[in-house]
T-cell receptor, first 115, second 112 residues
Framework: DTEVTQTPKHLVMGMTNKKSLKCEQH?????MYWYKQKAKKPPELMFV???????INESVPSRFSPECPNSSLLNLHLHALQPEDSALYLC??????????????FGNGTRLTVT | DQQVKQNSPSLSVQEGRISILNCDYT??????FLWYKKYPAEGPTFLIS?????DKNEDGRFTVFLNKSAKHLSLHIVPSQPGDSAVYFC???????????FGPGTRLSVLP
């Protein structure tokens, strides 16, 4: 079982909908990440939170809005998405993201389809 | 421009033999390297990592070798098992930072 839990597992939404993806970890990690993965492609970094502050935004469109309510939780708010945003959205965490030997631990992802 | 490359999209190996997966990188700032395994409908699972100050790291059946001068690393799996069949991603991280960059992946099939 993964120690990073993502909900929902699957999500279908229209282009005018507002939805949220949720991620939770209880490993005491202080860095949390959102990655996007398209079919047959590697995961691509979207956002990083370190100690509950946004530390990296990889020029992601504003229709994706991350939120880190506390060190265990990470949300991704979605609004006015496009069909090309359909992908597997992966949450990950690491011990603190600024030291050696701090690998990413991934959840099982949310499969998002935008219609 | 791909900073982390895995030039073999797929690899087939007989059960019990050695699997060797290769990865090349272009960014000389990378100093922490990781291998992940991914099954369908699951997130990537961390396997093993290596710092740039080492040239080898071993964990059970998995060994990672790093050749800094060639900007090349490899993952050896010995002996290979059918359960090892998955997509393997190489990843790298500059200056112990947070920007993990992933390669395109190699699909390993271990044949019984």
């Amino acid at each position: 079982d993964t120690e990073v839990t993502q909900t929902p597992k699957h999500l279908v939404m229209g282009m005018t909908n507002k939805k949220s993806l949720k991620c939770e970890q209880h490993m005491g990690h202080r860095a949390m990440y959102w990655y996007k993965q398209k079919a047959k492609k590697p995961p691509e970094l979207m956002f990083v939170y370190s100690y509950e502050k946004l530390s990296i935004n990889e020029s992601v469109p504003s229709r994706f809005s991350p939120e880190c309510p506390n060190s265990s939780l990470l949300n991704l708010h979605l609004h006015a998405l496009q069909p090309e945003d359909s992908a597997l959205y992966l949450c990950a965490s690491s011990q603190d993201g600024n030291s050696y030997n701090s690998p990413l631990h991934f959840g099982n992802g949310t499969r998002l389809t935008v219609t | 421009d791909q900073q982390v490359k895995q030039n073999s999209p797929s690899l087939s190996v007989q059960e019990g033999r050695i699997s060797i997966l290769n990865c090349d990188y272009t960014n000389s700032m990378f100093d922490y390297f990781l291998w992940y395994k991914k099954y369908p409908a699951e997130g990537p699972t961390f396997l093993i990592s290596i710092s740039s100050i080492k040239d080898k790291n071993e964990d059970g059946r998995f060994t990672v070798f790093l050749n800094k001068s060639a900007k090349h690393l490899s993952l050896h799996i010995v002996p290979s098992q059918p359960g090892d069949s998955a997509v393997y991603f190489c990843a790298a991280n500059p200056d112990y930072g947070q920007n993990f960059v992933f390669g395109p992946g190699t699909r390993l099939s271990v044949l019984p």
